[in-house]
């Protein structure tokens, strides 16, 4: 098995072996401010937040490979990420629009909003089943 975490301070997404081996960058350009990143490795897909100077949501393959943007309107500060490994489905919550949202984790499409509230300042969200849990500051 690997592991996968962002560097805030060098703007990188790193992955290694369980025991710390195989150390290697997978995504060094493009990067900004990476929040939190989730892993789907039956499918073999990266994703994240980016909180920068142009917030999204991204996807890569495992290697880095095939990088787009998944969202980029209407997101400000994207904190955690979570997979809906049932429904196929990618939520996150933003701390600035104070919103849970979800896509379709393939195309990117059929955005919606799950949760909306006013001064939560969400940090990070789960789901499991049918349930969504999160935190907030």
Known sequence: ????????GFNLIEV???NGSFRYVIISQGLDQPRSIAVHPEKGYLFWTEWGQTPCIGKAHLDGSEKVVLVSL????????????EENRLYWCDAR??????????????REIVLSGSNVDMFSVAVFGAYIYWSDR
């Open 1 to 8: 098995g690997n592991i996968y975490w962002t560097d805030h």
């Open 16 to 18: 290694a072996r369980l």
């Open 74 to 85: 209407g997101i400000a500060w994207p904190n955690g990420i979570s997979i809906d490994y």
């Open 97 to 110: 629009t104070d919103k849970i949202e979800r896509i379709d984790l393939e195309s990117g499409g059929n």
